[in-house]
Structure formats: structure tokens, C-alpha cells
């Protein structure tokens, strides 16, 4: 069987990264989900995934570049509304914070809304940091993947429902979770073949579906380079368990592999694969009628179970 590591549901691994001066990160955009997903025909069971805390790495927000999303069992939560019914004072609005002053988000509070306030997708400015709660976005919104140094970041919408229904009115967003239920955001959809990601950011399986992450490769990331997150490999590859990657790589005795993505439709087959050779071959992400339409084709290089 296929393991993937960072990725969720039966792919269950952990998507938190290092950043370029390898210093753990997470962010201001970290993402939980059990949502079963799998790749080829083969359900990947959590005896060969690796155990993990779900989490994709982002720019961090804190006084040291870091945001830290841990498990709400570690923290004492404190939700004093809900994002999903917005259920604040007329005039304020509800969002995911840090009650502790720390850069882990673990709340939900009642905030204002700016005065003038900036739509979904739109360029936005937090107080603080990322995780103070504090921003210009509308009502249903919040600031995300805030940039450290200037503070500024892209409004994004809250996901809609309930936690056990939430959807996005937008067909090209999935509903991502973080902070065990403290954030609930809608997030854009990428196809990893023809990713249409910001710079600085490259398209990887979070959920059941493909959303822009930031790349925190940094120096490796390349096919063969060992990996441990989702989000350290170079754009166009995945990490996966290091049983998928051909022996004699960089990766040979770690936990994870970088291997290319591929199409499960192109006419070149398996010589997508750099170590189609060595047995490699386009095995789908999704089993059939499982994926998104538009993710149907996506497959990863991997050697046979």
C-alpha cells in the first residue's frame, strides 16, 4: 500500500513543514481534516501512514516568524462564539484567535468590524499579528496567510452550514479546518498539473482536494530528496512514503520520498515517472468517482504495492 505523508483522512499524515532556515513552522493557515482519501486502487491504512497532527505549513506570524497549531485537547479552548452562525453583537463579527497571546490559535471571540472593511479576496492588514483576531476583512471573514514583516495578507471567507455540513458557495473552494474547529475557512482549489498558485506557493493534497500551499522546500525537494511534510517538495512532486521511490535515492532509510506528479490520462504513461525503470509507474490519486471532476486525472509515480 501507498502511504502519503501530509496529507489527511487514510493518507493520514502531517503537512507541517520547515521553512527555508529550517526552523519549524506552522501558520497562520494550518489545516486538520479526517476526511479518507485514496490513492490508486489501494485504501492506504494508518498502520503504514505516518502519525501526525495534520497541519500544512504557511508564513508564520509571532515575534519569531512562527504560528503553532496544536491540538485542542492541549489547550484549554475557550469558544466564546461561533464562526459558523456568527452569532456576535450587531457590529462585530466572529473569528479564530490566541487567548493566550501566544501564535497558536485556540479560541473564537467577538471583534468589530472595521469601518470600512475589505471584501473576500481582497487584500487585507491584521493588528498584531495573525492571530490576534483583529482585521479589516468583512463579516464572514478573516485575514489569511498574513505576511509576518508587513502584516498584510487575503481575506478569506469562512466556510458556511455547520461542522458537520460546512461547504463554500464557491464550486472552485473546499472548506479547509484548523485549530480544531477555532478556524473554518474557504479555500481555493489548484490542480497540481496546471497549478495557478501565487509565487512563492505551489498546489498539494490538503482534505480530499488539491489547495495552494506555501512551498517551504527551500534547497531540496527535488525527485528523490527526502521529505517529512507535504508542503517540502518542489512544485509538481508530492511527498510520499518512501516505500514509492525507487532504492539508491537521497531519500533511501527516511520516512518520506519526493515523487512527481502526474496525469493518469497522458498518452505518456509511465514515462512520466523518473523511475518508471525501476518499476514507477501513474497510479490515479482518487479511486473512480471518489475526486473532484476536475481532479480526476491527477495521479502520483509511485511503485506497485
Not at 3 to 28: F, N
Not at 190 to 198: M, N, Q
Not at 250 to 260: I, Q, R
Amino acid at each position: 500500500m501507498l502511504a502519503v505523508l501530509g496529507t489527511s483522512g487514510c493518507l493520514d499524515g502531517r503537512v507541517l513543514a520547515l521553512d527555508g532556515d529550517d526552523e519549524p513552522t506552522t501558520s497562520t493557515g494550518a489545516i486538520t481534516s479526517g476526511v479518507s482519501t485514496s490513492l490508486g486502487t489501494s485504501t492506504v491504512s494508518s498502520s503504514t501512514t505516518a502519525s501526525a497532527d495534520d497541519t500544512v505549513s504557511m508564513p508564520g506570524t509571532d515575534s519569531t516568524g512562527s504560528v503553532f497549531v496544536v491540538p485542542k485537547e492541549d489547550l484549554g479552548f475557550s469558544f466564546m462564539c461561533d464562526i459558523f452562525t456568527q452569532n456576535c453583537p450587531v457590529g462585530e463579527k466572529c473569528t479564530a484567535w490566541a487567548n493566550d497571546g501566544s501564535g497558536s490559535w485556540n479560541a473564537t471571540k467577538c471583534v468589530p468590524i472595521a469601518d470600512d472593511p475589505v471584501g473576500v479576496g481582497e487584500p487585507c492588514q491584521v493588528e498584531g499579528s495573525g492571530t490576534t483576531g483583529i482585521d479589516d476583512c468583512e463579516l464572514g471573514a478573516m485575514c489569511w496567510d498574513v505576511d509576518p514583516k508587513t502584516n498584510e495578507g487575503v481575506c478569506r471567507g469562512f466556510c458556511l452550514g455547520q461542522e458537520s455540513d460546512a461547504h463554500c458557495e464557491n464550486p472552485h473552494e473546499a472548506c479547509s479546518f484548523s485549530g480544531s474547529g477555532a478556524i473554518v475557512l474557504c479555500l481555493p482549489i489548484c490542480d497540481p498539473l496546471e497549478p495557478s498558485c501565487a509565487p512563492g506557493q505551489a498546489c498539494y493534497p490538503i482534505v480530499e482536494v488539491w489547495m495552494c500551499a506555501p512551498d517551504a522546500s527551500g534547497d531540496l525537494g527535488a525527485y528523490g530528496d527526502p521529505c517529512e511534510f507535504i508542503n517540502v517538495c518542489d512544485p509538481g512532486l508530492i511527498c510520499l512514503d518512501s516505500s514509492a521511490v525507487p532504492p539508491g535515492q537521497a531519500c533511501e532509510g527516511a520516512n518520506g520520498c519526493c515523487t512527481e506528479v502526474c496525469d493518469i490520462t497522458d498518452p505518456a504513461g509511465d514515462l512520466q515517472c523518473a523511475g518508471a525503470a525501476e518499476g514507477q509507474t501513474c497510479q490515479p490519486w482518487y479511486e473512480e468517482g471518489t475526486g473532484p471532476a476536475v481532479l480526476e486525472h491527477v495521479g502520483a509515480c509511485a511503485l506497485p504495492a
